[in-house]
């Protein structure tokens, strides 16, 4: 019997069965194309529908570029707008502000919402002399800088960052109200306040710099989440003219990250297997062996499995040379295992990125002026009483800081002293400044360069100097005698060497004696100082016009009104003392008056009442 060859149908269901199978097969591909990451959105606070603010961690922006990222409701991409982080104030990202306690009903926020008129005064029962102030954040942002408006200076004021559950001190000042430090990356700020005076704080201004951050429409009770690591993500949809954000447009935060695929670096391990499951590294390399690919370990040579940074620099604490400052860069010029950053170059135990004397050792840490600057470093080469850091000319003493065309450069050490060029820039080498060359090589047109007219801003061809004291007569104010600095106290147009001050007729650089007339000129000791002007007691008086001149005695003293000294007056002149029985006289006078008038009312009373008397 033949074999019966036979046509079989496929049974009912097998090819929806493998349309299934294909379209399984196909969608693989697309699955596994999905996005990587995702994070939550907390709309805790929002309580009508608006536009909110999503801070971008740095965390998320190392993983995925900013114009990737999409705010997805459900599987649909959200209008949105984004903005990269950039340099300014801090003010939307803060999201709270704690007082030590406030004056009455106070709000502690007045003190960042932007209006300086509405301010915030510590309780002056329960904080008196100091207020701690805690700022938090939405986000980690970096911080460089604090600012707080109160119309006075602290005696006292001190900068901590938040680092997990501590605060590292950042920069402590004394009689200021700004200080600026090593921008640091965190999710708060603590300052600490002493003063005498009570502040009524206007504003707390933070400088640093602005995350990233995303803008979109929320509605409460929706749910929202912040995707990213996406290769190929949606494309969004067209953005509302109105979707735009103020001032006062509120921060919503992120929840912790989620993972939304098992190859989520597409390295071809899965998660479970992954040593750094966010960034591809398909060799798996882990030279520290703790668990942590070296792709993202964050000290890929010392075992740090939890990956702690407590400054948020990117290099972990287990292999950080400065693990408490920020220093991403790990610089250590000196090699010694230290950072530059964290080192003591002047040894006094203070490290550098906290020492304000960095070239001196001063473990006071003394800041008279409070510039930042401590004391120490203060110096003063030129020894004319003005430190370096504020001295116009350091190389040339200058104490009066002259500075004629306003341009920083002291006059003393000014190639263009008429004109600003704080460059100083000098082409040719001829010590005149560019700018004198180009514009007033001839300020006053009398032929003569200002460089060697010895009185440049007048017109005086013949450059006479009848004194010699480098400045023309044209423009000297005592041409006929040596006066270089033309001092004139009384603004007379006279300077002091042609003043005869004491009127003796003798000018003061012939005069032995400028403050008291002498035209005797007498000088018993040939000492160069006038009689008139000596002080034989040294009590501060010239001889001239003290009333004891060989006796100490600088409150001049004269009890009896002589015209001399109680030191060196031998007798009392007043007649009380030279001839008491005046004295006794006058008083036994007094007593029989006073005896006689009472004798008198007492018969006068008698009188009246009818008695004898």
């Known amino acids: 019997m033949g074999r019966q060859i036979m046509e079989r149908t496929p049974p009912r269901g097998v090819p929806t069965l493998m349309a299934m199978v294909i379209g399984l097969i196909v969608a693989v591909p697309t699955a596994f194309a999905?996005?990587?990451?995702?994070?939550?959105?907390?709309?805790?606070?929002?309580?009508?529908?608006?536009?909110?603010?999503?801070?971008?961690?740095?965390?998320?922006?190392?993983?995925?570029?900013?114009?990737?990222?999409r705010v997805m409701e459900g599987g649909t991409a959200l209008p949105q707008r984004s903005a990269?982080?950039?340099?300014?104030?801090l003010r939307g990202v803060i999201s709270s502000v704690t007082f030590c306690s406030v004056e009455g009903g106070g709000s502690a926020d007045a003190s960042h919402d932007g209006d300086p008129n509405s301010t915030v005064r510590p309780d002056p029962l329960k904080h008196p002399s100091t207020c701690t102030i805690t700022i938090a954040f939405s986000a980690p942002v970096r911080v460089h800088s604090v600012t707080v408006a109160a119309g006075q200076t602290f005696s006292t004021f001190a900068v901590a960052a938040r680092s997990g559950a501590n605060y590292i001190p950042l920069r402590s000042?004394?009689?200021?109200?700004?200080?600026?430090?090593?921008?640091?990356?965190?999710?708060?700020?603590?300052?600490?306040?002493?003063?005498?005076?009570?502040?009524?704080?206007?504003?707390?201004?933070?400088?640093?710099?602005?995350?990233a951050r995303i803008l979109f429409r929320a509605t409460p009770g929706h749910s929202y989440r912040l995707v990213y690591g996406d290769p190929a993500p949606p494309a969004l949809p067209a953005t509302p003219n109105d979707l735009t954000s103020t001032p006062s447009t509120p921060y919503v935060s992120l929840g912790a990250e989620k993972m939304l695929q098992e190859d989520g670096d597409n390295d071809g391990l899965t998660a479970a297997k992954d040593n750094c499951p966010s960034v591809a590294n398909p060799a798996q390399t882990d030279r520290d062996h703790d668990g942590l690919g070296d792709a993202c370990d964050n000290a890929p040579d010392a075992a740090n499995a939890p990956q702690y940074d407590e400054d948020h620099d990117g290099a972990g604490d287990a292999d950080d040379n400065c693990r408490s400052v920020f220093n991403p860069d790990q610089k250590d010029d000196d090699l010694d295992g230290v950072g530059n950053t964290c080192d003591d170059n002047d040894g006094d135990g203070i490290m550098n990125g906290r020492d304000n004397c960095t070239g001196v050792a001063n473990p006071d840490q003394k800041d008279s002026d409070g510039d930042g600057a401590g004391d120490a470093c203060?110096?003063?080469?030129?020894?004319?009483?003005v430190p370096d850091a504020a001295d116009t000319c350091r190389g040339k003493a200058n104490p009066k800081q002259e500075?004629?065309?306003?341009?920083?450069?002291?006059?003393?050490?000014?190639n263009c002293p008429q004109t600003r060029n704080p460059d100083q820039a000098d082409r040719n080498a001829n010590m005149l400044g560019d700018a004198c060359e180009d514009t007033v090589l001839d300020a006053d047109g009398d032929s003569v360069a200002n460089a060697s007219d010895v009185c440049p801003s007048l017109k005086n061809p013949d450059q006479k100097d009848s004194d010699n004291d480098g400045l023309g007569d044209a423009?000297?104010?005592?041409?006929?005698?040596?006066?270089?600095?033309?001092?004139?106290?009384?603004?007379?147009?006279?300077?002091?060497?042609?003043?005869?001050?004491?009127?003796?007729?003798?000018?003061?650089?012939?005069?032995?004696?400028p403050a008291v007339a002498n035209p005797d000129q007498a000088d018993a000791t040939n000492d160069g100082v006038g009689d008139a002007c000596e002080d034989d007691d040294r009590d501060n008086v010239v001889n001239a016009l003290d009333n004891c001149?060989?006796?100490?005695?600088?409150?001049?003293?004269d009890s009896d009104a002589d015209g001399a000294g109680d030191p060196c007056d031998q007798s009392d002149d007043r007649l009380s003392e030279q001839h008491p029985w005046v004295i006794w006289l006058g008083m036994s006078f007094v007593v029989l008056v006073l005896l006689g008038l009472t004798v008198r009312m007492i018969v006068r009373i008698r009188k009246d009442q009818g008695g004898q008397v």
């Open 549 to 557: 001149r060989y006796a100490y005695n600088y409150d001049q003293k």
């Open 173 to 211: 000042l004394k009689d200021v109200s700004f200080t600026d430090f090593s921008a640091v990356t965190t999710d708060g700020i603590r300052l600490t306040l002493g003063y005498d005076i009570v502040p009524a704080i206007g504003e707390i201004t933070l400088g640093g710099t602005q995350p």
């Open 84 to 89: 990269a982080a950039v340099p300014g104030e």
């Open 34 to 69: 999905a996005p990587a990451y995702e994070r939550p959105v907390d709309l805790r606070g929002i309580t009508a529908a608006q536009a909110v603010l999503v801070a971008v961690p740095d965390a998320v922006l190392q993983q995925s570029a900013l114009e990737t990222l």
């Open 403 to 414: 500075d004629l065309d306003g341009d920083g450069i002291g006059d003393g050490c000014d």
């Open 475 to 513: 423009c000297d104010n005592c041409p006929t005698l040596q006066n270089p600095d033309q001092s004139d106290l009384d603004k007379d147009g006279q300077g002091e060497a042609c003043t005869d001050l004491d009127r003796d007729g003798i000018l003061p650089p012939v005069d032995n004696c």
């Open 378 to 385: 203060q110096l003063d080469r030129d020894s004319d009483g």
